[in-house]
């Protein structure tokens, strides 16, 4: 019979991978820890038209991207392609929002059904964060200032750039909207054909085009920037000006959109060139009016999330994943004989309690020689050894694996004491 297969664009994570998945989500959860943001764990599926309402019908997101299918009760539900809308849903359902700040984060698997490539796959992580109930400047500055720290914590702030643009209001947005439309309009040959249908269904995603063309074109056409008033310029300004104190350089550009509907003032993108194309690593901006265009009242909402995949993948091209990362014990621990065996259990309890350390017992029999093989492979810093002669004069060898350092015969005493005094000093 034809093996079952993952779905295409879904990934197993593998355990040689795990560790790096681990090892970033520690970095994150301890940054956000340090501003004391919480953790918020939300379904995976929820309503259709939650995404409908908040995402945008003309997005590509909700035009052709969606996993959604219909339960046993008919009713239409979706595989989750953000976390925002879910954790405005879950916010407004609990009354989070009610007359409190609220800096929450999340992080697990979103589904959107693209072509998938390197960077982009159908089932991906990412690591969300957004607040509640902050309409100043600050809070966005914050949010950049720690993903700023992120990245210097994962030593890859040589290789982003930050992308820093504001969508005003509105109104704003819709008088440049008119006045974009009219101009694109009269060179609507000159453009490619996906903004060409963009031109009709959402045309601000027109400044996002990747074709050379249709961004010379832009070149002449009306300036956001110009469109905007007092209070969206004060809020940018104040914005920029947090971030130049902080030391968090940034680029402005009037032609950052952001793919989501709900988005206005503040808009950012952290960006690689060390990816190809899919080389955002992280976005976000201020969304002020979802909350209360799902049915909550007017809060404003600033947030971003970070795609976990990409972050790796650059983590691992830039060789900045820690050696020590992927090394899962300490010890391997090895007998010989049946009673030497029932001691070595024994033992290995012991150091765990005393010394907190990662012991591996190995289970299967077989010769020293074969047991020393699989201890050199688990990548274990010292081996331990009982056989019969060590049971009898009740000590256990300790035998280095990844330095010249003699091994020897101690008892289980002088040896918790000998590896709590290594380890302390590492
Ligand atoms: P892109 O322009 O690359 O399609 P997007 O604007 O659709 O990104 P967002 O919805 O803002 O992406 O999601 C935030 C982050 O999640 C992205 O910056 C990216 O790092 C990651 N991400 C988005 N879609 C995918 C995907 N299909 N596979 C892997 N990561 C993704
Ligand atoms: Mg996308």
Not at 1 to 25: C, F, H, S
Not at 68 to 76: A, I, L
Request: charged residues 30%; contains cysteine.
């Amino acid at each position: 019979m034809a093996k079952i297969k993952a779905i295409r664009g879904m990934n197993d994570i593998l355990p040689e991978q795990t560790p790096v998945w681990q090892y970033l989500e520690k970095q994150v959860e301890t940054v956000l820890g340090a501003y004391g943001y919480s953790e918020l764990r939300m379904p995976i599926v929820e309503q259709t038209d939650l995404f409908k309402r908040s995402i945008g019908e003309v997005t590509d997101i909700v035009e052709k991207e969606m996993y959604t299918f219909e339960d046993r009760n008919g009713d239409s539900l979706t595989l989750r392609p953000e976390g925002t809308a879910s954790c405005v849903r879950a916010c407004e359902e609990h009354g989070l929002t009610f007359n409190q700040v609220q800096r929450l984060w999340y992080m697990g698997p979103m589904f959107r059904h693209e072509r998938p490539q390197k960077g982009r796959y159908r089932q991906f992580h990412q690591i969300g964060v957004e607040t509640f109930g902050m309409q100043g400047p600050d809070i966005d500055a914050e949010l950049i200032i720690m993903t700023a720290r992120l990245w210097r914590q994962l030593g890859m702030e040589e290789a982003v750039t930050l992308h820093l643009n504001t969508l005003g209001t509105a109104e704003e947005r819709a008088r440049f909207k008119a006045d974009l439309v009219e101009y694109l309009k009269q060179h609507e040959e000159a453009l490619d054909a996906d903004s060409q249908r963009r031109l009709k269904t959402n045309p601000l995603r027109v400044l996002d085009s990747k074709d050379p063309g249709t961004q010379a074109l832009l070149d002449n056409a009306p300036h956001f920037h110009d469109y905007i008033d007092a209070e969206s310029r004060e809020h940018f300004d104040r914005l920029c000006t947090l971030l130049d104190r902080a030391g968090v350089a940034y680029e402005v550009n009037a032609r950052l959109v952001r793919g989501l509907d709900y988005y206005g003032k503040t808009v950012f993108e952290w960006i690689t060139d060390k990816l190809g194309s899919q080389g955002t690593v992280c976005a976000g901006g201020r969304y002020d009016g979802l909350v209360e265009q799902l049915g909550g009242r007017a809060t404003p909402a600033v947030g971003f999330a970070m795609g976990m995949e990409r972050l790796i993948l650059l983590l691992e091209t830039l060789e900045l994943v820690p050696e020590s990362v992927h090394q899962k014990v300490d010890i391997y621990a090895m007998a010989m004989g049946d009673d030497a065996q029932v001691e070595m259990f024994r033992i290995a309890e012991e150091l765990r309690d005393q010394t907190g350390l990662r012991v591996q017992l190995h289970c299967g029999g077989g010769s020293f020689k074969s047991q020393m093989k699989k201890a050199d492979r688990s990548g274990a810093r010292f081996g331990l050894l009982m056989g019969d002669d060590e049971l009898a004069n009740g000590v256990v060898t300790l035998k280095p694996l990844r330095e010249t350092a003699e091994q020897k015969q101690i008892t289980l005493k002088e040896l918790t004491a000998e590896l709590v005094s290594i380890y302390s000093e590492d």
